[in-house]
């Protein structure tokens, strides 16, 4: 399974990218549903860049593989331990001077992936996220654990 591994840093956020592209082009992937793998990559790196690593500096992997038409990608840290599925959606009825802030990002990852699966492997926390070439009638469907959203 093809990988790469870089320190969780901005600068390198184009690197990890570029990466994921590559993988979803090779897989067959149309330039959309890329633009949207890149979209959910970008999100879970910049979380993992700004909240894992609070107090000093670590590392970020991505594995990518395709799997019965789908994209799969593993994103895997050392860091704090958090489960960024577990971020409530946002009240997108509330008015926007009430809404809190943050919660947009991942909330569309959950929208963009087909299925999204966390675990704490020893000490790394392990975001998977699945992409399909086609997307059944329920687009946007997220199975965390055995709970649909």
């Known amino acids: ?3 790469i591994t870089s320190p969780a840093r901005m600068e390198h956020l184009e690197e990890l990218i570029q990466f994921v592209a590559r993988h979803a082009e090779t897989a067959g992937f149309a330039i959309g549903r890329i633009r949207e793998i890149e979209l959910a990559a970008e999100e879970i ?3 993992i860049f700004h909240y894992a690593y609070p107090s000093m500096e670590g590392d970020v992997s991505i594995a990518c593989r395709s799997e ?3 994209l799969i990608l593993e994103f895997s840290d050392t860091g704090v331990p ?3 599925l577990d971020v409530p959606a946002p009240d997108l009825a509330a008015d926007i001077s009430d809404r809190n802030v943050g919660g ?6 959950k929208k963009m992936a087909d299925e999204a699966r966390y675990r704490r492997e020893r000490d790394h926390n392990v975001l998977m996220l699945v992409f399909d070439h086609h997307r059944p009638g329920s687009e946007g469907r997220v199975r965390t654990g055995n709970v649909e959203t």
Request: proline content about 6%.
């Open 68 to 70: 019965d038409g789908s």
């Open 82 to 84: 958090f489960n960024a």
């Open 1 to 3: 399974m093809p990988e």
């Open 45 to 47: 790196l910049v979380n």
């Open 104 to 109: 947009l990002g991942v909330f569309f990852v």
